[in-house]
């Protein structure tokens, strides 16, 4: 699992918002409810149970791992949505092996998985850094993030009596 170091500059940016979160059990909770009705009030609804999931498992280290308060940021671009979130901890996210047995270290794998790129970087003009996730608005590209491959077809023959 490789770490990309800037996020995606792709794309004007069409709509964004700012969310500020408290560092504390109910951030995740709030970044979830957040997400899914400005991604719906977006008419994005679609990408809303993805993207939910995503921001959730990042918000949850920075709070697990990170320092100080937090800041979500959605935007929609030209063709992507993009999630950002930043604390003040300087410690860039590191990926562990999973644990069969373990209940934690799955969230970057995740970030991963349902994301079509994510990185980190670190913050300009203050101490911390920036976690981020991008998901393409194409079709394509969205039907296939995060879903199980399609089985196989085989041809269809048939005989006409």
Do not use: Y
């Amino acid at each position: 699992m490789a770490i990309h170091r800037q996020s995606t500059n792709a794309g004007r940016v069409l709509r964004a918002i700012a969310i500020p979160l408290e560092s504390d059990p109910h951030a995740a909770s709030k970044a979830r409810r957040s997400t899914r009705d400005t991604l719906t009030s977006w008419g994005l609804g679609d990408l809303a149970d993805d993207m939910v999931l995503v921001v959730s498992e990042l918000v949850t280290n920075a709070v697990q791992h990170g320092e100080g308060p937090i800041v979500m940021v959605l935007q929609q671009r030209d063709d992507t949505i993009l999630a950002e979130i930043a604390d003040t901890s300087p410690s860039l996210p590191v990926p562990r092996t999973q644990s069969t047995e373990g209940e934690s270290g799955r969230g970057l794998s995740l970030v991963e998985a349902f994301s079509d790129d994510w990185g980190c970087r670190t913050r300009r003009r203050r101490r911390g850094k920036w976690v981020w996730c991008s998901r393409s608005l194409s079709p394509v590209a969205t039907s296939q993030v995060g879903q199980p491959a399609p089985p196989e077809l085989a041809p269809l023959n048939r005989t006409v009596p």
